[in-house]
T-cell receptor, first 112, second 112 residues
Framework: EAQVTQNPRYLITVTGKKLTVTCSQNMNHEYMSWYRQDPGLGLRQIYYSMNVEVTDKGDVPEGYKVSRKEKRNFPLILESPSPNQTSLYFC???????????FGNGTRLTVT | AQSVTQPDIHITVSEGASLELRCNYSYGATPYLFWYVQSPGQGLQLLLKYFSGDTLVQGIKGFEAEFKRSQSSFNLRKPSVHWSDAAEYFCAVGGGYQKVTFGTGTKLQVIP
């Protein structure tokens, strides 16, 4: 089944404790991206990647890192999480630029 | 800069009634436009897309949308709403290089 898989689904952590949210897609898509969803703000793009080793900032990249060492994986790294990064995070992939996005089921992160 | 406005935060309709969700966009060229639906606890799923050609676009689950360049609108419609359509709906505009901008969403409640 074609899908984007994120892990974990839920994560509670404390301020400053490094964490990684994994994302993997099995559709051989070139493009991958991370979004955060907050009430009243919709989805905002954090980072995106157009290919292996090619990444760029989205609208809200501060406090986040990404890497794209393999085509299928695009982990999101929070080196020192803060409470304002409490949010619902989505990974997405697409075949081509401006193709429809395929979303994972989300990771709900709480930073205390 | 591109932007998307969904003026209705919350809409309630009766089952069997018609539905129209509004979306206005701002973009300098011919836009790539999308509607996505998000069910509780799920990621976003593509309903339909507009790239070019016929301005009336058919999607899944009986939804359609009409692109009106003169009004910068891409409103989503359904002639008869089902209880299973209750969800949050997001309009999005794509601007190349994975620069996808989402609206803030419209929550649809369906009453019997």
């Amino acid at each position: 089944e074609a899908q984007v898989t994120q892990n974990p689904r839920y994560l509670i952590t404390v301020t400053g404790k490094k964490l990684t949210v994994t994302c993997s897609q099995n559709m051989n898509h070139e493009y991958m991206s991370w979004y955060r969803q907050d009430p009243g703000l919709g989805l905002r793009q954090i980072y995106y990647s157009m290919n292996v080793e090619v990444t760029d900032k989205g609208d809200v990249p501060e406090g986040y890192k990404v890497s794209r060492k393999e085509k299928r994986n695009f982990p999101l790294i929070l080196e020192s999480p803060s409470p304002n990064q409490t949010s619902l995070y989505f990974c997405a992939s697409s075949l081509l630029d401006n193709s429809p996005l395929h979303f994972g089921n989300g990771t709900r992160l709480t930073v205390t | 800069a591109q932007s998307v406005t969904q003026p209705d935060i919350h809409i309630t309709v009766s089952e069997g009634a018609s539905l129209e969700l509004r979306c206005n966009y701002s973009y300098g060229a011919t836009p790539y436009l999308f509607w996505y639906v998000q069910s509780p606890g799920q990621g976003l799923q593509l309903l339909l897309k507009y790239f070019s050609g016929d301005t009336l676009v058919q999607g899944i689950k009986g939804f359609e949308a009409e692109f009106k360049r003169s009004q910068s609108s891409f409103n989503l419609r359904k002639p008869s709403v089902h209880w299973s359509d209750a969800a949050e709906y997001f309009c999005a505009v794509g601007g190349g290089y994975q620069k996808v901008t989402f609206g803030t969403g419209t929550k649809l409640q369906v009453i019997p």
